[in-house]
C-alpha cells in the first residue's frame, strides 16, 4: 500500500498522557456529531480517561471511520474502557433559538454536568472552543427565562484539529456520541417514518429532501435553517404525543428510556 492510500493509524493517548503527566488527573476527550444535520439534535460526547487507562480498545476509530455495524459493536467496549463518559444533546428548538454555536456549548456543558468525575482537562476537536470562549455570548442568558449565567469554571480546554483520529479519548467520545445520536434518530422515525431518519439520521439523504419536499418540515427540523426542498417552514406534524418522542430535557440531558445509559463510570 502506498503511502497516500494508507490508512490512517489508529488513534493513540499519547496527547492525554502528556497531560497527565504534566500534571493533570483526568483527561477528557470531547467531540460532536449532528451539527451538520436538518433535523434531530446536537449531540456532544465527553469521555474520561486517567493514569490507569489502558491502550483503547482494538478497532477503535472516528466515528465517521466506521461503518454503523463496526460502530454499535466497539460502543460497548468503549464504555467499558473508559474511566467515565457521557453525551449531551441541545434540541432543535434550542438550535433555533441560541444558533449552532451556543447549542454545541450548551450540549457539551450538558455532558460535562452528567459526569460523575470532574476532568482537570479537556482535548476538544477542531480549532474552536466552544466550551468555554469568553468572546462567545453566554448560551444560558435567557434560556428558559434564567438570567446571566455565571462565568465558566469548567475544566481547562485545549482544541486540537483532527483530534478524533489522533487521539484515543476523543475518537471514543466521538463513537459514544455518533450511537447515541444515532439511537435517538432511530427511535424518532417511528414519529415521522417518510422522512426516513432510520437510514439517514436527520442529514440531507435524497428521501429526506423529497419528504421535506412534498410534507413540509416538523417539530424536530431546524427551522431557523434554509431547508433543501422546503421553500419555508412547513405545519409541524404532531404524529405521536410528544412525550412518545423521549425528547431530550433541556435541564439535564439525559435519554431517560432510550438506551440503559448515556453516560456513567467505568464498567467492571
Sequence with gaps: MSPATRAPAAPSLRLERQLLRSGH??????????RGALAGPVSVGVLVVDGSTRTAPTGLRDSKLLTPAARDALAPAVRRWALAWAVGHTEPAEIDAIGITAALRLAGRRALAQLPVRPDVVILDGGHDYLSDPREP?????????????????PAVTTRVKADVSCAAVAGA????????????AQRHTAFPHYGWAGNKGYGAPEHLRALAER?????????????GA??????LVEAPAQDLDPVSPGDGVLSD???????????
Excluded at 138 to 154: T, V
Excluded at 174 to 185: E, F, N, P, Q
Excluded at 231 to 236: F, L, Q, S, W, Y
Design 174 to 185: 466521538s463513537v459514544l456520541a455518533k450511537t447515541t445520536r444515532d439511537a435517538v434518530m
Design 138 to 154: 453566554s448560551l444560558l442568558d435567557g434560556l428558559d427565562g434564567q438570567g446571566p449565567a455565571a462565568p465558566w469554571d469548567g
Design 25 to 34: 488527573a483526568l483527561v477528557a476527550g470531547v467531540d460532536e456529531v449532528g
Design 258 to 268: 432510550l438506551t440503559s445509559r448515556t453516560s456513567g463510570a467505568r464498567e467492571a
Design 231 to 236: 421553500a419555508a417552514p412547513g405545519p409541524r
Design 216 to 228: 413540509g418540515s416538523c417539530e424536530q427540523h431546524r427551522r431557523s435553517w434554509r431547508l433543501p
